[in-house]
């Protein structure tokens, strides 16, 4: 379906809906609907034309037009097409309808819209509070252009994280609290698990415990080139992709073209990304099950690609590659060589490693039949990447809305259709050896030029909206340009997002032991700090490290290690 | 007299051992891995430490504050018991039975403390521990019930010494096999660690437990591997004998590090096997216990 042709349908199912249109580009259609037709619109895009919700944005127009707008993007995964459905809202009557009862893969959409814009989603089935602290203050909208970036709130004592009332079938069961700080998942979130004996009933999350405000940074501190540093720090494990996402959004933005060699050093980097955070998710995967030999080595086997991102980039994570307009490094022919040696190893040593996990009785035992995603549930969460390719939703973005590189390469994308864990660890190892494979076709093909596209001013108001198909799924990233070489909104939609609304729907009916395979199969990814608190237990001072200081104490650690 | 001084040789060398034990099992799994692994005396030093360190007083009740205590002592109450080169210390007819409730004694330890302290983990812990304890058990009692029957006495040295006189049985061997899978779960090692399941449920019932009681309880947990290793091979595995007293021990020794290696290369090439799959795997287990039994009885 052509955008043109969607636009004539939309009109046709849903008569006085559509206000405006733009298509600056092809497979990009944005459409401003009236408030009161957005369910209509939401529930024939995603029922009848079978589209996937992207993410949401709320964005503050008031200090331009005098508005709030609020965007739902839809995916056409068969059309290579992307759909910005908005709607203007009224400051002095910040109300939407909710379309989570027709998407259910909506609910945190809104609720964070709610949360950081106060926009009101009316008819919401679970309207409690998703991103903001539970200390926050009910009237602060912390993305409103008049809210100031270093607003602190005051001190609140007593906090209770906003957990729903146990349901029925739930109330004769034992609450066990997983979290906020559980050894095995490392990152900081809260399950409610309600279970009988070894059965889990009925679970609940809450999260977002570190969230950051890195969009209201972006929005009022930073420059469009000071980005890609913070969008790297988004995630640890796959940070370059959040980079590369941003850049990729920021340049459709602002039509920029950039070098042929630029588009394959970041696919590259993507792809080299993929391997080692597939290797590292498949020791963190056995090591839920207490098999730490298949922990130990997976990441013995993932090392060397740690050691090749460093000579690339000089860092083995956070590569600080990326600006808008091209890549910061260039790839020349020793290293070249070197990447080909070492996927060749990785190759060899991953095929014996999964070769052997395969075959192994006891792991099947572990995984088959359980955390269970129907193809149905994982279309109407909008999950992405493995999780839903492991339940028969055949997208990659990389096929999709093909980008950089990956129109000249030539792949199969993996799909399995069990939905269970078993199928989103074979799913992940094939996405392995695809991945290397990748990665030898854009050794070879890799054209010579510049690495810089010339970028000039970039004009406000122009929107861009990229997709990147991360380890964990796609991630979606929304820039609007602003008027002082910062974006004037930027929008990140992580792939554990949608993920995440998925695990009560694995968990059900499973045990107390599948938990953290569960929870680990999708693979998340919650978020990391980047300062650090300590606070000294005898005179309860708490102190901040500068990042001076934590320069100097990881140097000196760092030192330490290379002598022993 | 004897048998006094060889009972406190055999409490003080499972004392003393099970660290080193435990030290180099972590070396065998570092290999495993593909680590360098820590130092073999490791596990002293992690005891000193924890020996030293703040209690935190996970909870403060009697039973809580006791476990420990009364864990380390049932685990050397059975190494009383247990033959370690030859001589079996404290004997009197009827104790191959005393030694099968006795062993039962230090789980049950440990599930009172884990119920004392009232964590909802905790609680995981001991209801998987029970479960298992109901299956697991019961393969030690019945393959120690075949070889009396076949020693016709209930004292255990005339069961080894019977043993040791006539060729293997086949009812022994398949009873040796059975006690052998045991040794999995008797010793916490994965597949069937569930009750301590690290990654689930944080240790179980030793999660509210810390300093110097953690140290207690990990300490019996490592002398409890030392005393089940020593029975398996005291008991199934008794050549060659010897009267040298201090040769005995040695093979003794050499034989406990042979079946401990076994076990923990077992525990590195399985995941974690549930409850429910960990129940159906013993089943069969007693199956051929009794399978082992039965042909003892027949005179096999």
Avoid at chain 1, 225 to 244: D, K, T
Wanted: charged share 20%.
């Amino acid at each position: 379906m052509t955008s043109e042709n969607l636009l004539a349908a939309i009109g046709e199912h849903c008569p006085g809906a559509l206000l405006s249109s733009a298509t600056p580009r092809p497979g990009r259609l944005f459409v401003t609907v009236n408030r009161s037709s957005m369910p209509a619109v939401a529930e024939y895009l995603f029922n009848t034309v079978r589209a996937r919700l992207i993410l949401s944005v709320g964005t503050d127009k008031s200090p331009i037009d005098g508005n709030y707008e609020v965007s739902y993007v839809f995916s056409l995964d068969q059309d290579q097409l992307i759909v910005a459905v908005k709607e203007l809202v009224d400051p002095a009557d910040p109300r939407v309808p909710s379309v989570t009862n027709i998407i259910p893969g909506a609910n945190w959409h809104e609720r964070e819209v709610r949360d950081l814009l106060g926009i009101v989603p009316e008819g919401h089935p679970d309207p409690r509070r998703l991103v903001v602290s539970d200390d926050w203050p009910e009237d602060a909208f912390p993305l409103r252009k008049e809210f100031p970036y270093n607003f602190k709130p005051p001190r609140v004592t007593e906090v209770k994280p906003p957990m729903r009332e146990a349901k029925e079938g739930e109330k004769q069961a034992t609450v066990l609290s997983v979290g906020p700080f559980y050894p095995t998942l490392e990152e900081p979130a809260y399950f409610r698990l309600y279970v009988e004996g070894e059965q889990i009933v009925g679970s609940d999350y809450r999260g977002f415990f570190s969230h950051r405000g890195i969009e209201k940074l972006t929005e009022t501190v930073l420059d469009y080139n000071q980005v890609p540093f913070i969008a790297e720090r988004i995630c640890g494990i796959c940070g370059f992709v959040h980079s590369a996402t941003y850049c990729m959004a920021v340049e459709q933005a602002a039509e920029i073209e950039i070098p042929p060699r630029a588009k394959y050093i970041r696919s590259l980097m993507l792809e080299l990304e993929r391997v080692h955070s597939h290797l590292l998710w498949l020791g963190l995967a056995a090591h839920y099950l207490g098999f730490d030999t298949v922990l130990m080595q997976a990441w013995r086997i993932r090392e060397p690609v740690m050691w090749l991102t460093e000579q690339i980039t000089g860092n083995r994570k956070t590569y600080g590659m990326n600006l808008v307009g091209g890549v910061r490094r260039d790839i020349d022919d020793a290293t070249a060589e070197k990447i080909l040696q070492t996927v060749e190893k990785i190759e060899k040593e991953t095929k014996e490693l999964i070769g052997a996990a395969v075959e192994d009785n006891s792991l099947k035992m572990r995984l088959q039949k359980v955390g269970v995603l129907s193809y149905e549930d994982a279309r109407k969460i909008c999950v992405v990447g493995p999780t839903a390719r492991a339940s028969g939703v055949a997208i990659d973005a990389r096929k999709d809305h093909p980008y950089l590189a990956y129109p000249d390469l030539d792949f199969q994308i993996a799909v399995h259709d069990q939905g269970d864990i078993w199928d989103r660890t074979l799913v992940r190892a094939e996405e392995t050896f695809t991945s290397i494979a990748l990665i030898r076709q854009i050794v070879a093909k890799m054209p010579p030029g510049e690495l810089m596209a010339e970028v000039g001013t970039i004009p406000p108001w122009r929107e861009g909206i990229a997709v990147a198909e991360a380890p964990r799924g796609e991630c979606g990233h929304y820039v609007l340009t602003g008027p002082d070489n910062r974006p004037y909104r930027w929008r990140v939609r992580a792939s554990t997002y949608p993920q995440l609304q998925s695990v009560p729907y694995m968990l059900d009916k499973m045990q107390i032991a599948d938990f953290p395979i569960i929870v680990g199969s999708i693979d998340p990814c919650f978020s990391c700090t980047e300062r650090v608190l300590a606070v000294d237990t005898k005179t309860r001072n708490v102190r901040t490290y500068t990042k001076k200081e934590l320069l100097a104490m990881s140097q000196r650690k760092a030192g330490q290690g290379r002598r022993a | 007299m004897t048998s006094i001084l060889v009972g406190i040789f055999n409490v003080l060398l499972v004392l003393a051992a099970a660290p080193l034990l435990d030290g180099i099992l972590r070396q065998v799994r570092a290999r495993i891995h593909s680590r360098q692994g820590p130092p073999v005396l490791q596990t002293y030093y992690d005891l000193a430490k924890l020996m030293v360190k703040e209690d935190q007083r996970g909870a403060n009740n009697f039973i809580f504050n006791a476990a420990p205590v009364a864990c380390l002592g049932a685990v050397l109450m059975a190494a009383l018991f247990v033959p370690m080169g030859g001589v079996v210390p404290l004997g009197f007819a009827g104790d191959a039975l005393a030694l099968v409730y006795i062993l039962a004694l230090a789980p049950i330890c440990l599930c009172l403390g884990g119920m004392a302290s009232g964590s909802p983990y905790s609680y995981v812990g001991v209801s998987r521990e029970v479960m298992m304890l109901m299956v697991v058990e019961p393969v030690l009692a019945i393959t120690l019930i075949a070889t009396s029957i076949k020693a016709h006495s209930l004292l255990l040295a005339n069961c080894i010494n019977r043993y040791v006189a006539s060729p293997p049985d086949i009812s022994l061997i398949i009873c040796a096999i059975a006690f052998f899978l045991a040794l999995q779960p008797e010793v916490a090692k994965v597949p069937f660690d569930l009750a301590e399941a690290e990654q689930e449920i944080m240790e179980g019932p030793l999660v509210e437990y810390s300093g110097r009681k953690l140290a207690l309880m990990k300490w019996s947990m490592y002398s409890k591997q030392i005393v089940l290793f020593a029975l398996l091979v005291g008991g199934f595995l008794p050549w060659p004998k010897t009267s040298f007293l201090p040769l005995g021990v040695l093979f003794t020794l050499i034989k406990v590090l042979i079946v401990a290696v076994l076990v923990e290369v077992i525990a590195q090439v399985f995941p974690r096997l549930k409850i429910n799959q960990a129940i159906r795997y013993f089943a069969i287990v007693i199956a051929v216990a009794l399978t082992g039994l039965i042909l003892a009885v027949m005179g096999l």
